[in-house]
Each structure stands twice: as structure tokens, then as C-alpha cells.
């Protein structure tokens, strides 16, 4: 234990413990882009950090779910995260609050939906589960894309031959996933200025 020197009437004594270190600070969020295409470079990026992680694996059934046995540290639990898993992982501070929420308590499970953010970004979020399977229409409604702007965006969406996810997936698909965003469709995106 840490000790610490205070002066007491006139002298020094050295057993009184040292004060307890400050709480962390909680983590940060990464504010939600205005446009789908910034989103969508987004959760590729966050999924490709996730995808290096040894302690994190992709299950498209699971939004974000971390297990760890008894007297393991929760920094070694595994986690297991979809497509819109890895954004609320990584950007908005999910997986950082699980594994202080597992150290804390002792818990051994536990999991994390979109229900936790406030209802605009909750339609966002959940609307990546569209994406992973190929439609997009969810994901124009929750940015608020006028229909028949919708129109226009869809035409070119269907022209691409689409990645999806399903169950668990390697590491090679998720990587090809993320290619697929960042190449294929953030630039339709783009092109139509969202």
C-alpha cells in the first residue's frame, strides 16, 4: 500500500495510506456523423481494429456479448460483436463500460444492445443490421433522406454486388466487409452527397 508523508502537529508521520486513486475517466464517445458515408467508413474502421483484437471475435447474432470464466480478468474476456456491435464497441464506449461493469461486479456475462443511446441514434445503429445484409432502406430512413432522393441512391446501391454477414464469420469476411463499405458503397454515398 502507498504512503504517504503528512505533517501532524509539528511532525512528520508516514503510516497514514495515501488517498485512493481518482476514479477513471468515463470513455468518450465519438460523436455520430451527420452523413451515411462518414457512418459507414466509420464502422469499417472500427470493425477492422476489433478484427486484429485476440479477444474479440464477430457473431452476427450477438449485438455486443462478452464472456469470461470465474477469476479470469475482464480484460481477457472474450467478446463477441455484429457490425453495429463494433461501432457501439469502439465509438460510442460499449466495450470499455462492459469490461468496468465485469471488473466491478464479478460478472461473467454480459451483453449490450442499441437500446442504451437515445432513440435518433438507436434508429442509426440498428439500422447497420440492414447494411450487413444488403438493404439499405432503414438506413436512409433513420438519416432522414427524403424518398426521392431514396430513389436515386437505391438505383445505384443495386448495382453493386453486395457483401453480406451472417453467424460467425472469420476474419477474411469481415475484412472483405469492410472493404465492400469503404469501396463500394461509402462512395455511392458520397456521390449523392450523404
Not at 465519438?30 to 458515408?37: M, T
Not at 462478452?66 to 475482464?74: D, I, L, S, V, W
Request: proline share 7%; net charge positive; hydrophobic share 35%.
Amino acid at each position: 500500500m502507498a504512503q504517504q508523508i503528512t505533517k501532524v502537529k509539528d511532525r512528520l508521520v508516514k503510516d497514514i495510506p495515501a488517498p485512493p486513486p481518482k476514479a477513471e475517466e468515463p470513455v468518450k464517445k465519438r460523436p455520430l456523423p451527420k452523413k451515411i458515408s462518414t457512418f459507414l467508413t466509420h464502422v469499417a474502421q472500427d470493425m477492422r481494429v476489433l478484427n486484429k483484437m485476440p479477444n474479440v471475435g464477430f457473431h452476427m447474432k450477438r449485438w455486443v456479448y462478452t464472456q469470461r470464466n470465474r477469476g479470469e480478468p475482464a480484460d481477457d474476456a472474450m467478446c463477441y460483436v455484429c457490425c453495429a456491435g463494433a461501432y457501439m464497441y469502439r465509438s460510442r464506449g460499449v466495450g470499455g463500460w462492459i469490461r468496468k461493469k465485469m471488473a466491478d461486479y464479478g460478472i461473467t456475462r454480459h451483453s449490450a444492445e442499441p437500446l442504451l443511446e437515445d432513440p435518433c441514434t438507436n434508429a442509426k445503429i440498428q439500422a447497420l443490421n440492414g447494411v450487413r445484409q444488403g438493404e439499405y432502406q432503414p438506413l436512409l430512413t433513420a438519416f432522414d433522406v427524403h424518398l426521392s432522393r431514396s430513389f436515386d441512391v437505391q438505383r445505384d446501391l443495386n448495382a453493386v454486388r453486395h457483401v453480406r454477414l451472417s453467424g460467425l464469420c472469420t476474419k477474411s469476411q469481415v475484412t472483405a466487409f469492410c472493404d465492400y463499405l469503404e469501396k463500394d458503397i461509402a462512395p455511392i454515398f458520397r456521390k449523392h452527397g450523404l
